[in-house]
């Protein structure tokens, strides 16, 4: 196009000559060749989407730029145009002769429809009469339907099905099920549910309902209660397997209480008989094959006998209570608890005879204070586990274990107390070595088996400490008093020592158990009492044998208006020196001038206390001595050389 442009502009004169009609002369404005070439050049291509699309589909077959082809392309044109129209007539003809074929059929149809139409038109005026009595008949099955369905829910609802009416009646000896409960929880639900047709206008309706719904809960509670009597009767081996069927039984009889009450004691009878015969059977056949061995072999030695029963008790009404809480694990009304531990004490009641009769046998036969106090301790232990179990119920079991407890308890103190009155029916003197008498060791060596027995024992800390002070009461007032006794007649020093050995011997023994405090504390302020005798023994013992008790008194008695100690007969300067030779050989060997009771003490703690605080009174009886000496108002000469030990000089030759 660019080429064919260039040449139309390069030869004007040529491109004027092949035009007709066109002049030399005429204006460039007027020449109609130019206006089109400038119409051509002032053409905006870009904004002519037409002249685009025209070039476009001539570039298709215009494909050389020549003379011939430019002077052909209107022709070419032209025959291009021709062969698309007759193509376009060819393709619409086929279009043309489909539609005539499609007017046809749709002719053929229209005319099939125009006659089922006059047919249904004739059928309907035919069957007019039998459309509305199958309209009123559907309308009125419609109806029927709908009271169907009423009908069916409400029997769904407030009636059973005659599968669950013969689980309920069934046979009386018939078994009961899972599906029992279920349909017995259908009648609670319907009777239930029945109570809002009493608020409509179908009263009558809901007063039978409920009056029949009534008759068959009764009827089936009764059938249920029958049943589980006769399963709890057959409850009467050892080992004892509550089956679920049975738990659900006493759910459901919790709603009928009087029937639940008579079959937890037909349960507590039966188990009753059970827990009697395994009770009796441990006691004379043993176990399974002899292991273990029956308790009766063991009746020689009563607190294994004793305790072998109480196990045994203890460990079968753990397990009827874990029985009786497997059967009533579904029910929850109020007092199940008070219900399961009143059941436990009737069946364990069985038992407690022919406990009571072992126990007494063996406590009446008095096999001695240690084994009273621990068979005491050991009922007191089981009547506190076993309450744990059967809670503070009146059962009878517990009672006859307090019973029990407070029979060997009463024989244990009885014993107690004839040790004691036959301690002073024989009051022993004295040992020559002013130790413990035999009867005192004795005594201690039991007292210190029960307070073993006692601290060793399970009982609570506070029935403990109860027992212990009745014991010590009853095993140390009357020792005291028969050391007190057995020690009149003998001398100050000798009693002092006598009576803290014994009282020693009884604070070692209590000091290694508890609750001994305020008997240790007793103790310690009697054992004092008689350490301050001994000491003031031993110092005038010192004192006499040393030649300075006379003159320590005279000092102590002296006032001023006698005169000077100088001019006393018993203090001169001659007595002094020779009694301060006396006292310094006490000085040179302290140990000559013991007593010999204080070798015999058994504490050389004791010994070492009496000797140091001895020790002091005589430091200070010679330092009041020593201090009148000194004293110008005495009127000694030279006291220097009377004295020539100062106190301080003595209390360090002493320490």
């Given at each position: 196009?660019?080429?064919?442009?260039?040449?139309?502009?390069?030869?004007?004169?040529?491109?004027?000559?092949?035009?007709?009609?066109?002049?030399?002369?005429?204006?460039?404005?007027?020449?109609?060749?130019?206006?089109?070439?400038?119409?051509?050049?002032?053409?905006?291509?870009?904004?002519?989407?037409?002249?685009?699309?025209?070039?476009?589909?001539?570039?298709?077959?215009?494909?050389?730029?020549?003379?011939?082809?430019?002077?052909?392309?209107?022709?070419?044109?032209?025959?291009?145009?021709?062969?698309?129209?007759?193509?376009?007539?060819?393709?619409?003809?086929?279009?043309?002769?489909?539609?005539?074929?499609?007017?046809?059929?749709?002719?053929?149809?229209?005319?099939?429809?125009?006659?089922?139409?006059?047919?249904?038109?004739?059928?309907?005026?035919?069957?007019?009469?039998?459309?509305?009595?199958?309209?009123?008949?559907?309308?009125?099955?419609?109806?029927?339907?709908?009271?169907?369905?009423?009908?069916?829910?409400?029997?769904?609802?407030?009636?059973?099905?005659?599968?669950?009416?013969?689980?309920?009646?069934?046979?009386?000896?018939?078994?009961?099920?899972?599906?029992?409960?279920?349909?017995?929880?259908?009648?609670?639900?319907?009777?239930?549910?029945?109570?809002i047709l009493l608020r409509t206008n179908q009263q009558r309706t809901g007063l039978e309902i409920m009056e029949q719904m009534a008759l068959l809960q009764e009827t089936s509670y009764e059938r249920l209660y029958r049943w589980a009597q006769s399963e709890c009767r057959t409850l009467t081996q050892e080992s004892c397997d509550i089956?679920?069927?049975?738990?659900?039984?006493?759910?459901?009889?919790?709603?009928?209480?009087?029937?639940?009450?008579?079959?937890?004691?037909?349960?507590?009878?039966?188990?009753?008989?059970?827990?009697?015969?395994?009770?009796?059977?441990?006691?004379?056949?043993?176990?399974?094959?002899?292991?273990?061995?029956?308790?009766?072999?063991?009746?020689?030695?009563?607190?294994?006998?004793?305790?072998?029963?109480?196990?045994?008790?203890?460990?079968?009404?753990?397990?009827?209570?874990?029985?009786?809480?497997?059967?009533?694990?579904?029910?929850?009304?109020?007092?199940?608890?008070?219900?399961?531990?009143?059941?436990?004490?009737?069946?364990?009641?069985?038992?407690?005879?022919?406990?009571?009769?072992?126990?007494?046998?063996?406590?009446?036969?008095?096999?001695?204070?240690?084994?009273?106090?621990?068979?005491?301790?050991?009922?007191?232990?089981?009547?506190?586990?076993?309450?744990?179990?059967?809670?503070?119920?009146?059962?009878?079991?517990?009672?006859?274990?307090?019973?029990?407890?407070?029979?060997?308890?009463?024989?244990?103190?009885?014993?107690?107390?004839?040790?004691?009155?036959?301690?002073?029916?024989?009051?022993?003197?004295?040992?020559?070595?002013?130790?413990?008498?035999?009867?005192?060791?004795?005594?201690?060596?039991?007292?210190?088996?029960?307070?073993?027995?006692?601290?060793?024992?399970?009982?609570?800390?506070?029935?403990?400490?109860?027992?212990?002070?009745?014991?010590?009461?009853?095993?140390?007032?009357?020792?005291?008093?028969?050391?007190?006794?057995?020690?009149?007649?003998?001398?100050?020093?000798?009693?002092?020592?006598?009576?803290?050995?014994?009282?020693?011997?009884?604070?070692?023994?209590?000091?290694?158990?508890?609750?001994?405090?305020?008997?240790?504390?007793?103790?310690?302020?009697?054992?004092?009492?008689?350490?301050?005798?001994?000491?003031?023994?031993?110092?005038?013992?010192?004192?006499?044998?040393?030649?300075?008790?006379?003159?320590?008194?005279?000092?102590?008695?002296?006032?001023?208006?006698?005169?000077?100690?100088?001019?006393?007969?018993?203090?001169?300067?001659?007595?002094?020196?020779?009694?301060?030779?006396?006292?310094?050989?006490?000085?040179?060997?302290?140990?000559?001038?013991?007593?010999?009771?204080?070798?015999?003490?058994?504490?050389?703690?004791?010994?070492?206390?009496?000797?140091?605080?001895?020790?002091?009174?005589?430091?200070?009886?010679?330092?009041?001595?020593?201090?009148?000496?000194?004293?110008?108002?005495?009127?000694?000469?030279?006291?220097?050389?009377?004295?020539?030990?100062?106190?301080?000089?003595?209390?360090?030759?002493?320490?």
């Open positions: 196009m660019a080429e064919s442009r260039g040449e139309v502009e390069a030869p004007p004169s040529g491109s004027a000559q092949g035009l007709p009609g066109s002049t030399g002369t005429a204006p460039p404005s007027s020449n109609p060749l130019s206006r089109k070439l400038h119409k051509v050049l002032e053409t905006r291509l870009d904004n002519d989407k037409e002249m685009l699309e025209a070039l476009k589909a001539l570039s298709t077959f215009f494909v050389e730029n020549s003379l011939r082809t430019r002077r052909n392309l209107r022709g070419d044109i032209e025959r291009r145009s021709l062969a698309i129209n007759e193509e376009f007539v060819c393709i619409f003809k086929q279009v043309k002769e489909e539609l005539e074929s499609i007017n046809e059929d749709v002719q053929a149809m229209s005319n099939c429809c125009q006659d089922m139409t006059i047919r249904l038109q004739a059928a309907k005026e035919q069957t007019q009469d039998l459309m509305v009595k199958t309209t009123k008949l559907q309308a009125e099955n419609q109806r029927l339907e709908m009271k169907a369905q009423v009908a069916g829910a409400f029997i769904g609802k407030f009636q059973l099905t005659p599968d669950e009416m013969n689980l309920l009646r069934g046979t009386r000896d018939g078994p009961i099920t899972e599906d029992f409960f279920e349909a017995l929880g259908r009648v609670k639900q319907i009777h239930n549910d029945v109570k089956s679920p069927v049975l738990t659900q039984a006493m759910e459901a009889l919790q709603d009928r209480p009087v029937l639940y009450k008579y079959t937890l004691d037909e349960f507590g009878t039966a188990r009753r008989s059970a827990v009697v015969r395994g009770f009796i059977d441990a006691l004379t056949r043993g176990g399974p094959g002899g292991t273990p061995r029956p308790i009766e072999m063991h009746s020689h030695d009563p607190l294994r006998y004793v305790g072998d029963m109480l196990a045994w008790l203890h460990q079968a009404t753990a397990s009827e209570k874990e029985h009786l809480e497997a059967m009533l694990k579904l029910v929850t009304t109020q007092g199940v608890e008070e219900n399961v531990q009143e059941v436990v004490g009737h069946i364990t009641e069985g038992v407690c005879r022919p406990l009571k009769v072992r126990i007494e046998q063996v406590i009446v036969a008095e096999p001695g204070a240690v084994l009273l106090y621990k068979i005491s301790n050991l009922l007191k232990f089981y009547h506190h586990t076993i309450s744990g179990i059967l809670g503070n119920s009146a059962a009878m079991l517990l009672t006859t274990i307090e019973e029990m407890h407070l029979l060997s308890k009463k024989i244990f103190f009885n014993s107690l107390s004839l040790h004691a009155s036959k301690l002073m029916e024989k009051v022993e003197l004295p040992p020559p070595d002013l130790g413990p008498s035999s009867a005192l060791n004795q005594t201690l060596t039991l007292l210190r088996e029960v307070l073993a027995s006692h601290d060793s024992s399970v009982v609570p800390l506070d029935a403990r400490q109860a027992d212990f002070v009745q014991v010590l009461s009853c095993v140390l007032d009357p020792l005291l008093q028969l050391c007190t006794v057995s020690a009149s007649n003998l001398g100050t020093a000798d009693m002092a020592t006598f009576m803290v050995n014994s009282l020693y011997m009884m604070k070692t023994t209590l000091a290694l158990f508890e609750f001994t405090d305020k008997r240790l504390e007793m103790l310690q302020f009697q054992i004092e009492a008689h350490l301050d005798t001994l000491i003031n023994e031993q110092a005038s013992c010192v004192l006499t044998r040393a030649g300075l008790s006379c003159i320590y008194k005279s000092v102590q008695q002296h006032k001023p208006e006698q005169g000077p100690l100088a001019n006393l007969p018993s203090l001169d300067s001659v007595s002094l020196k020779a009694a301060m030779v006396q006292f310094d050989r006490y000085l040179s060997a302290p140990d000559n001038l013991l007593m010999p009771q204080l070798n015999f003490l058994l504490s050389p703690t004791v010994k070492e206390q009496i000797i140091k605080q001895s020790t002091e009174l005589v430091f200070r009886a010679y330092s009041d001595i020593y201090a009148a000496v000194m004293n110008p108002a005495n009127e000694y000469k030279d006291p220097e050389t009377i004295l020539h030990r100062s106190p301080h000089q003595v209390q360090s030759l002493l320490s």
